[in-house]
C-alpha cells in the first residue's frame, strides 16, 4: 500500500508540473532592430585634382535599415549617382556609395557628410571628408609668331617669346621641339621644368641664316608641350629672310 501511495504521489506532481508550465506565460521575444555601420569612418582624398573613393553603408541588425538623407556636401565633394531617397538595407546587406573630390585650386576642404536612418541605437552617422587640389594648369604663349625679318648671312638676331601659367596649378613644359637651323634656342632650359601658377618662363630665339640666294625665306616652328589639359601642343610660328646685301630686321 505505501509503495502505491508513492506512486499515485510521483504522477500527481508530474502532471501538476506539466499544467502549471503549459499555463505560465512565455518569455518575451526580443524585438528585430537595424544596426548601421559604416566604412570606411572617413574618407581622405589626398593632393588630387580630381578623385573617387567609395565607402559602405552595412547593416548588421535583424530588421530592415533606412536611410532617410544623405546630406552635408557642397563643392568640392558631391555623391557620384546618389540614390534615391529613401533607400532600404535588408539585414546583413550593404550599400555601397561613391564620393568625388574635383578642385581646380590648390586648397584644403573638408566637409562632413551625414547619414540619416532609422537605428534607434545610434545618431545619425557622421563621415568627415577631407582633400587638397591640385589646381589646373593654363599655358598661354606669347607672342604666338616671331618675325626676324631680313637678315645678312653670317649674322643674327634674336626675339623672345613668354611662356606663361595663368592657371592655378603648376605648369610642367615637357619638351620643346621642331627648331632646325637658321632657329635655335638661345641656353635652352632643361627638361621637363616647371612654372607656377602666375609665373612665367621667357624663352631666346635666335635666327642666323649662314648661306642661301640673294634673298631667301626661312619658316619653321617650335612645338611646346605640356601637361595643360586642354592647350597642348601649343605651337610658336617663326619666319625670316637671308639676305646678301644689309639685313633689315624686323
Not at 585650386?105 to 568627415?128: G, K, M
Request: glycine share 8%; hydrophobic share 45%.
Amino acid at each position: 500500500m505505501k509503495l502505491i501511495s508513492q506512486l499515485w504521489f510521483r504522477l500527481l506532481f508530474a502532471v501538476c508540473t506539466a499544467l502549471l508550465a503549459s499555463c505560465a506565460p512565455g518569455q518575451p521575444a526580443i524585438p528585430a532592430t537595424p544596426d548601421i555601420n559604416v566604412t570606411p569612418f572617413s574618407l581622405d582624398f589626398g593632393v588630387t585634382s580630381e578623385k573617387e573613393l567609395s565607402l559602405a553603408i552595412q547593416n548588421t541588425g535583424s530588421a530592415d535599415l533606412i536611410i532617410n538623407n544623405l546630406s552635408g556636401l557642397a563643392a568640392p565633394f558631391n555623391l557620384v549617382a546618389p540614390p534615391t531617397l529613401p533607400f532600404t538595407i535588408s539585414p546583413g546587406a550593404q550599400q555601397v556609395l561613391m564620393v568625388r573630390f574635383t578642385s581646380a585650386t590648390p586648397d584644403f576642404s573638408s566637409q562632413t557628410l551625414i547619414i540619416n536612418h532609422n537605428d534607434a541605437d545610434e545618431n545619425a552617422s557622421l563621415v568627415p571628408l577631407s582633400g587638397t587640389g591640385l589646381g589646373t594648369p593654363d599655358i598661354n604663349v606669347t607672342p604666338l609668331a616671331l618675325n626676324f625679318g631680313a637678315v645678312g648671312y653670317g649674322q643674327s638676331v634674336e626675339l623672345s617669346f613668354a611662356i606663361q601659367n595663368t592657371g592655378t596649378g603648376a605648369l610642367t613644359i615637357t619638351s620643346l621641339s621642331g627648331l632646325a637651323a637658321p632657329f635655335s634656342l638661345v641656353t635652352p632650359p632643361m627638361l621637363p621644368f616647371a612654372i607656377s601658377a602666375g609665373a612665367q618662363q621667357v624663352l631666346t630665339v635666335r635666327f642666323a641664316p649662314t648661306q642661301g640666294g640673294f634673298f631667301t625665306r626661312f619658316s619653321d616652328s617650335l612645338v611646346i608641350n605640356s601637361d595643360d589639359p586642354e592647350e597642348s601642343p601649343t605651337s610658336i610660328s617663326l619666319s625670316g629672310a637671308g639676305t646678301r646685301g644689309l639685313g633689315f630686321p624686323h
